[in-house]
């Protein structure tokens, strides 16, 4: 309430928050008000009669004094949407702290100062907004609260004069210090330039934490146009990586190139000092991986794989009733997805589906599932009618650690498009389910009982799935150490695609090689 429009595209990650756990965050509710002088220190407090906030340590309490409780804390876990706002605000030094008065005791709220970076400066004149809602107005986002909470939300927007309109969208995730001018900006070669590399260079070029040194492709003329179309006239483009990287000064390699180059040109980024960003799979051979891997790590360098379906909202909420046992243990886990794709694209070699889909739907299962896969047995086919040049049509039983078992059953020969990740709990079943889009809906139902909407969906934060592998990119580059979706986890999922593949041609149940984490 009461930031400038400037500052409330930072700050838009609210929206996953309400649009999630609405209830939840209305326990939670903070004021946020920008200081008149100067306009870049944010000041955080919390109604009178409660406190709530956030501890630097990751974790929200809330302090009701009307009832006498001293503090309830909740942990922040990873995949929990209070995260999302957190980080912008955990990781910037404050000075102060939430003082936790005597129960019954009225004064005013303490508060956190926050000193933004000068890029994050905002005007002093504030302009009120409300929490976004799906549908166009806060009102519509009531439905489904209950009246306490609607009148909560109802008395807080009128005390802040809250208007009913929709802040600008914001570029989430990112750690304020991080987006400063304070931190020097990674500079970032791009090794494929159209279709997917189009789309990721226009994610880092709206990053100001990357900044484009050179601009690569398989002909020099299509880099040149890339940089004309975004008016990059100083950036260096190239038809050869090795001759660019001995050229251009650079920290980071950006490659969304075909993946049969991909080994080749990561060993040529990680001799040449740069850290790796590359587009999945990593390599189609897991020995090579491997090696790429201890190299990346030898170096120091960091080697992030862009495999960007295990961040969508649903899967996140998977991941989380796993972690937590929201629903119980774990029984057994079924992964279907029907695709039409009847037109082979950039890759007409062996095992189709495996490596242009199935490896996403592995990654997606070793983060949801948060363990190692120890075997698969595993066929694999095409009809009749196929286009392709090798199987479509992917079947088969993998095995993760603790005897938990996926049966998975993937095509790409289907004529329409249906996904459904589904695991059985002990005391529900939960689905993330799609038809004919990739924007998955989240069911849970209850024993003996019809499956019903559970209020999460892919995409309704607006934040890229690509989103949070930038932000590993850029921690490995900054901060150094591991970090998700790296080389090393990501043999994980390469060793379910090697094992499926030697299953599907033996007839037997094949185990899966295993790497340290």
């Known amino acids: 309430a009461g930031l400038s429009t400037a500052c409330a595209a930072e700050f838009a990650v609210f929206k996953p928050v309400l649009e999630k756990d609405g209830p939840f965050l209305a326990r939670l509710l903070v004021e946020l008000k920008v200081d008149e002088e100067p306009a870049n220190v944010l000041e955080i407090g919390r109604p009178r009669g409660k406190r709530s906030g956030l501890r630097g340590d990751g974790r929200a309490f809330l302090v009701d004094q009307a009832k006498g409780r001293s503090a309830a804390e909740l942990p922040l876990g990873e995949g929990d949407p209070l995260r999302d706002w957190a980080a912008p605000i955990c990781d910037v030094p404050c000075s102060g702290d939430f003082q936790r008065n005597a ?24 302009s009120p907004f409300s929490w976004p809602s799906p549908g166009g107005t806060l009102r519509q986002d009531r439905r489904g609260l209950t009246g306490s909470t609607e009148s909560r939300l109802r008395r807080a927007n009128e005390q802040a004069g809250m208007q009913e309109t929709h802040p600008p969208r914001a570029t989430p995730n990112l750690d304020a210090q991080e987006r400063g001018a304070a931190v020097k900006s990674l500079s970032c070669v791009f090794v494929g330039v159209l279709n997917r590399g189009a789309h990721i260079i226009r994610l880092f070029a709206n990053d100001p934490r990357f900044r484009a040194a050179a601009l690569v492709d398989k002909e020099r003329s ?27 000064e650079a920290d980071a390699c950006v490659i969304t190139s075909p993946a049969r180059f991909h080994g080749t040109q990561i060993r040529a980024a990680l001799e040449a000092g740069c850290h790796v960003f590359v587009a999945k799979p990593m390599t189609y051979d897991l020995d090579e991986a491997h090696d790429l891997v201890r190299l990346a790590e030898s170096k120091g360098l960091g080697l992030i794989v862009d495999h960007q379906q295990r961040h969508l909202e649903t899967e996140q909420a998977l991941k989380r009733f796993v972690r937590e046992g929201t629903f119980g243990r774990l029984g057994h886990v079924s992964f279907t997805i029907h695709r039409y794709r009847p037109v082979m694209a950039a890759f007409t070699g062996d095992n189709p589906f495996i490596w242009e889909q199935g490896v996403h739907s592995f990654d997606s299962l070793v983060s949801i599932l948060g363990r190692p ?12 009618w196929t286009a392709y040049n090798g199987p479509t049509t992917a079947m088969g039983v993998v095995e993760f650690e603790g005897g938990v078992y996926c049966n998975y059953l993937g095509t790409f020969e289907s004529r329409n498009h249906v996904m459904e990740i589904r695991l059985d709990f002990e005391r529900a079943a939960v689905r ?46 900054t901060r150094g150490g591991r970090v998700e979706n790296d080389g090393r986890e990501n043999l994980q999922v390469l060793a379910i695609v090697d094992a499926f593949i030697r ?3 033996s007839g037997r149940k094949e185990p899966v090689r295993q790497f340290p984490q």
């Open 103 to 126: 129960p019954g005791q009225e004064t005013s709220p303490s508060r956190w100062r926050i000193q933004l970076p000068p890029t994050l400066a905002v005007p002093a004149v504030a």
């Open 222 to 248: 299509i880099a040149e146009a890339k940089a004309r179309e975004l008016g990059w006239n100083d950036v260096y483009c190239s038809d050869d990586l090795s001759e660019t990287l001995a050229r251009v």
């Open 373 to 384: 896969a120890r075997s698969v047995l595993a066929v694999q086919d095409a009809p009749c």
């Open 432 to 477: 993330a389910e799609a038809e004919n889009n990739w924007q998955k809906t989240l069911e849970v139902a209850a024993p003996g009982a019809d499956f019903r909407p559970y209020g999460i969906a892919d995409g309704a934060s607006g934040i890229p799935a690509e989103r949070p592998n930038i932000d590993a990119l850029f921690q490995a580059a």
């Open 503 to 505: 299953s599907s041609k």
